[in-house]
C-alpha cells in the first residue's frame, strides 16, 4: 500500500479536490503506473458538471501515459519501466464480445473496471471510485493488465497521454466503425480533440473531401491544417445545404463527435443516399432524437454508434504511435495546454468554454517524462 496525491471529486456537482488516498499493492492480473501525464475529457467534464450520474468520491482521468512501477504475478507482457498508456475499454479476450473482435464491448469491462473495494480509499478507509478501474487523476494508478498497452520511449509521453481515450475515439470511428473507403466524403461535426483526431483518420483513410463543422473559428482553422478541405460554420443555418453541395448531394459518412441530439438529426439530413452517420458523442438521452424515416427506408441511410472507436486499443495504440513517429499524424496538434497538476479544475473551465483542444495535466513527468 502506498499514499499518493490524488485530485478527488467529493460531491457532484462539484470541483476537483487534491487529497492524499491510500493505493492498494496490485492484485495478480494488474499493474502499478506512475502517472504521467492524463488528458482531460469531456465526459470526465460532464460528471463534474452533473450532465451525467456519477456516484462520488470518485477520482476520474482515463486516458493517461506514465511509467511502470511494479506487475502483478499473472502480468507476462509488461515489465518495471515500460512506458504505458491507458485505456478504458478493458477487456477480457474470452467473452463473446472479445473472440467476436470487438473488445470495446466486452460484456466483462464494467466487472473489470470495477477491481475491488480497497483498490483506492481515503485514509480512513472509505472506498474511492477511480473511474474506468484508472482513476488516472493521481500520482499513481493500479490498473487491470488489459486496460493498458505499452508504448516505445520515442513517443513523448504529453501526446501518449490522449491515445486512449481522444485518439483511438475519432480514428477509430473512421477506419474500425464507419471503415471509410478511398475518394469518400467525410463530415466531422465537432472539432475537439476527438473531431480533430477523426479528420486526421479521415485523411488517412484516403477521403477525397473531409468537411469539418464547428462553432469555434480557431477550432475550423485547425481542422484544416490538419486535414480538411473544408471548413463550415455550424452557426450558419446554411450548413447542410452547403455540405449536400460541397459534396454533390450529401457526404458518404458524416461523423458525430458533438454529443448532442440535434447534430445527430444534421448528421442524417447531410448524407447521401446510402450514407452512414456515425456518433461518438456522448449524446444524452433527453431531448430524444428525431429520424425521419424516411431517410432510413427511402434512401437507405444508416445512423450507428461507436464505442471508444469501436477500438482493438492492443494494435490500435501502437498503430497511431508508429504513424505518428513517422510524420504521418499530428496527433501533438490536439493538445492546446499541458497544464500543472494543481490547476486542473482551470484545465476543465478551459474545456467547458469550448476552446481548447485537449488539455493535459503534467501530473508527474519525472525522468519518464518528455
Ligand atoms: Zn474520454
Ligand atoms: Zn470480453
Known amino acids: 500500500m502506498r499514499r499518493i496525491t490524488a485530485a478527488v471529486l467529493a460531491q457532484a456537482p462539484g470541483r476537483l479536490e487534491l487529497q ?10 494488474e499493474v502499478l503506473v506512475r502517472i504521467a501525464y492524463a488528458g482531460l475529457c469531456h465526459s470526465d467534464l460532464h460528471e463534474i458538471d452533473g450532465t451525467f450520474d456519477t456516484t462520488p468520491p470518485i477520482v476520474l482521468g482515463h486516458e493517461a501515459a506514465g511509467v511502470v512501477v511494479e506487475v502483478g504475478s499473472n502480468v507476462r507482457d509488461l515489465a518495471v519501466g515500460d512506458r504505458v498508456v491507458t ?44 473511474t474506468a478501474g484508472i482513476g488516472a487523476f493521481a500520482e499513481m494508478a493500479v490498473v487491470h493488465r488489459n486496460a493498458l498497452v505499452a508504448i516505445p520511449p520515442a ?24 471503415r471509410v473507403e478511398p475518394g469518400s466524403s467525410v463530415v466531422v461535426i465537432g472539432a475537439g480533440g476527438v473531431g480533430l483526431a477523426a479528420i486526421q483518420g ?48 450529401g457526404a458518404d459518412h458524416v461523423i458525430e463527435a458533438v454529443g448532442v441530439a440535434s447534430a445527430v438529426e444534421r448528421a442524417m439530413a447531410m448524407l447521401a443516399p446510402g450514407g452512414v452517420a456515425t456518433v ?32 482493438q486499443f492492443v494494435r490500435d495504440i501502437p498503430a497511431y504511435v508508429g504513424l505518428q513517429l513517422q510524420g504521418r499524424l499530428q496527433l501533438d496538434r490536439l493538445v492546446s495546454e499541458v497544464i500543472p ?26 525522468e519518464g517524462g518528455r
Open 20 to 29: 492524499e488516498l491510500v493505493l492498494s499493492d496490485p492484485d495478480p492480473d
Open 280 to 311: 461518438i458523442g456522448m449524446v444524452p438521452s433527453d431531448p430524444p432524437i428525431r429520424l425521419d424515416g424516411n431517410d432510413l427506408f427511402f434512401l437507405e441511410k444508416t445512423l450507428q454508434g461507436s464505442f471508444m472507436g469501436s477500438n
Open 87 to 130: 485505456c478504458l475499454s478493458v477487456f477480457c479476450g474470452r467473452c463473446r464480445a472479445c473472440v467476436r473482435g470487438l473488445p470495446s464491448s466486452c460484456d466483462r469491462r464494467t466487472e473489470l473496471a470495477t477491481g475491488r473495494p480497497d483498490r483506492l480509499t481515503t485514509p480512513a478507509g472509505r472506498p474511492v471510485r477511480p
Open 155 to 178: 513517443m513523448p509521453l504529453p501526446t501518449a497521454s490522449i491515445l486512449g481515450c481522444a485518439v483511438t475515439t475519432g480514428i477509430g470511428a473512421v477506419v474500425r466503425r464507419a
Open 202 to 249: 479521415a485523411r488517412l483513410a484516403g477521403a477525397r473531401l473531409i468537411i469539418a463543422v464547428d462553432l469555434v473559428p480557431e477550432k475550423l482553422a485547425a481542422s484544416v491544417e490538419l486535414g480538411a478541405t473544408h471548413a463550415f460554420d455550424g452557426r450558419d443555418p446554411g450548413v447542410v445545404a452547403a455540405v449536400r453541395e460541397v459534396t454533390g448531394g
Open 341 to 366: 497538476f494543481e490547476a486542473i479544475n482551470d484545465g476543465f473551465g478551459s474545456l467547458a468554454g469550448g476552446r481548447s483542444r485537449r488539455v493535459v495535466v503534467e501530473i508527474q513527468s519525472g
